[in-house]
């Protein structure tokens, strides 16, 4: 077996505190790599276009962005499936990975989580600003009021409304629930006062009891065993917005797994996206190794055919199905006016990933990597991208029409960039990005650690 | 204030956890520091077997063995998160039903108001939810967390027990507790150090 940790850059094998100050320390010390600042001021920089964008759209209305009938939903509903996407390789590596027993999910769980929690943040905000009047978003809630009225719960609209707010829930206890022991370790290595405060309450006065450890593994196998189950609903749901509805190429049973594929696979390229550099500006690679970028690859490698086959899969249907809507739409998509949208997809989701990532020298080359996994956010972009402008064109031509994305649809995903990189930024810098309890449990016991037993394992 | 003794209080065997005042410290318990998590469990297992009741394990990562040791082999979470679910099931389908057919009823499509099949996916989604939320505010509450301070913080070698050392602590309100006996007893168990802490 691989080594998940390689020892200290010095050479000697890692202990309980070497474990502790390579990870701790980068928030402990606040020294930060030059690599640390560029990456905060360009998300804050980007923030700021949010900022704007937002204000203006309060301001007019959501009549400066692009959307029209019959295109409606536009930029808004490919950057939520887009963002909510990414998110979900977070849980999965947090959750499915931890009931798998996959061990080298340890060193990337924690940002992976706060990915997801960051991605739905960003996910959340385009219906949010989409709904014309934000500030009566509480309406999609059911909530005792003087009119009478409550939400159409046959609505997948509305299920979309408890299936993002669970999965933002149910992430944020996770993560934190991780991260409550590590509080515990940077409350107890704090060398500033604020430190000793702020980590000290966060930290919730865990103390590492036997019994406190006992029960908080099973919360944790549980939150586990029930967010994998919760990730693949939470996508699902999000495609039958698109399949509950008649619109042909939309209206398809293989949207749901075809949907939660496209997402791991966009995920797990964030994830690499955000890994390489930050490992290499703390100096990590010692937790997040060549290895690491071997296994994703194959995940990626895995998830991408399985996306291919969803592609293959609707064209093949519209054919075999001799529907006039079907096939019509499927022509329209291919050759019609937003044909090249439909070659970019193919080209950067399958083309060029999926002979790439065959390579093991590919998928352990950093280089490489990051370009193969920036091919795969965009290609997964724009597959958003297609289905949403399959409205342009679909049953009767007296009502077809365009789209066409305004600066202010650009200014606004940007934004949501830049919301991703300032939170992401800030979480770098005051949380550990790594778990410290769970490296140090997977140290081999003359190290110190656990024998590499996995958090859970002692959890009946 | 862990640094004041009085001679009268607290040093005389037998006698160390009743309170003589206000003023004068009481001691939570001694604790036994260790180097491996193995070296923690073998004696939590030592000291239940000598017959100590009112003890814990503290260590950086989970130690089965510990928990074990201490008569715990099984949390009780799994039950308080079926029961947290099963709730949040229930009222997310009810919600549903009584809001669709009876709080204000659509018709939609001509499907009967009744439509279960569509309520599947929030009654799902809010038993995952209330599963989480019973999983993080039980273990809280039943762990007697969040604590603002706890005697062991009083120690000058537990800010360890969070990073590379693993501690077994006696309390006194044991009643087999003797101040001079358990520490030798402790003593015996080959530990980095034995510390009394005081409340």
Redo the contacts between chains.
Sequence with gaps: MHPLIKSTHTGKPH???SV?NAIGNVVLDGNHPRGWWIGFLAGFAMLQVLALAVCWLFYMGVGIWGINVPVAWGFAIVNFVWWIGIGHAGTLISAVLLLLHQKWRTSINRFSEAMTIFAVMCAGLFPLLHMGRPWFFYWLY?FPNVA???????SPL??DV??V??YF??SL??W??GLV?DL??L???AKKRWQRIVYGLLA????????????????YL??GG??T??VL?VHT?VS?DFAVSIVPLWHATIFPPFFVAGAIYSGFAMVVVIAIPVRKWYKLEDFFTEHHLDIMGKVMLATGFLVTYGYFSELWMAWYGHTLYEWGTTIERMFGPYGWSYWCLIGFNCAFPLTALWSRKMRTSPFWMSAICISVLIGMWFERYVIVITLAREYLPSAWGHYAPTLWDYATMIGSLGLFLFMFFLFLRYLPMISI??M??LLP?KQ???GG?S?M???? | MSTTVTPDAGHEPGHSHHHAGPDVPVTYGLLAEFETGDAMAHATAKATAAGYTHLDAYSPYPVGEAADALNFPKSEMGPVMFIGGLTGACAGFIMQYWANTWGYSLNIGGRPYFSWPSFVPITFEMMVLTTALTGLFGLLAICGLPRYNHPLFNSKTFDRASCDRFFVCIEATDPKFDLVATRAFLNDLHPLSVEEVME
């Design positions: 202990d309980l505190v502790g059911p009478g009225v409550w939400p159409q719960f046959r509305t299920w408890f299936a707010t669970t829930t149910v206890v996770f934190y629930l022991p515990a370790a409350r107890d290595q919730l006065g865990w103390r590492g009891s036997a019994i406190h450890w006992r029960r908080y593994e099973k919360v549980i939150l029930i967010s189950p919760l609903s749901v039958f309890t769970e140090r449990e016991k110190g650690g656990g037993h958090i394992e002692n959890a009946p």
